[in-house]
């Protein structure tokens, strides 16, 4: 059973570069998998961000687009998420999570624990 | 983009009813949608994909229907475990979350 854990600065500050990290262990990221990133506001809802590929392909949100980079390391089985030019509107639960087909359909079928990042000066 | 909407936001139910959440897209997604269960303070669990189909472990009191732009979660017997947020999601076009549901003791 694959494991992620994701790991990062818990506080940043506005107008800043928020950066995780996303370990994956129990598996190779070298798969036909995706790998995805995925916030929640504090008593908020869930937002997708977006997902790359282990050949370095990516998936954003529009939303998000212009100031976020996902990216692979396939050496050291992990992948990345930078996010430019932070403000309080992204303190959010990160979540890292697979995207992987299984009996006809792709699916977020593992999630890492999460982690808080607040954006404050 | 594809607009992810739940209704109702909140559900007030006992243990042993019959719940029914639904979810709309604001275009069709044929039958690309998951729903997950989250409780407090965990990440996500996946529950049904492709619209009806159990992932593997879930109990079979979850049942999930619809196709095109309209969905339901149904759980058929609630069970003290279940109180907790659903969300569905659409995976056609990106991937969307609608607002979530939060199922709570009556």
């Known amino acids: 059973q694959v494991h992620l854990q994701e790991s990062g600065p818990g506080l940043v500050k506005p107008s800043g570069t928020l950066s995780l990290t996303c370990a994956v262990s129990?598996?190779?990221?070298?798969?036909?998998?995706?790998w995805s990133w995925v916030r929640q506001p504090p008593g908020k809802g869930l937002e997708w961000i977006g997902e790359?590929?282990?050949?370095?392909?990516?998936n954003y949100n529009p939303s998000l687009r212009s100031r976020l980079t996902i990216s692979v390391d396939r050496s050291i089985n992990q992948f990345s998420l930078k996010l430019n030019f932070v403000t309080a509107a992204d303190t959010a639960v990160y979540y890292c999570a697979r995207i992987t087909y299984n009996s006809g359909s792709w699916k977020f079928d593992s999630w890492g624990q999460g982690t808080l990042v607040t954006v404050s000066s | 983009d594809i607009q992810m909407t739940q209704s109702p936001s909140t559900l007030s139910a006992s243990v042993g009813d019959r719940v029914t959440i639904t979810c709309r897209a604001s275009q069709s997604i044929n039958n690309w949608l998951a729903w997950y269960q989250q409780k407090p303070g965990k990440a996500p669990k996946l529950l049904i994909f492709?619209?009806?189909s159990l992932e593997s472990g879930v109990p079979s009191r979850f049942s999930g229907g619809g196709s095109g732009t309209e969905f339901t979660l149904t759980i058929s017997s609630l069970q003290p475990d279940d109180f907790a947020t659903y969300y569905c999601q659409q995976y056609h076009i990106y991937r969307t979350f609608g607002q979530g549901t939060k199922v709570e003791i009556k």
């Open positions: 790359v590929y282990h050949s370095g392909s990516t």
């Open positions: 492709k619209a009806s």
């Open positions: 129990g598996g190779s990221i070298s798969t036909g998998d995706w």
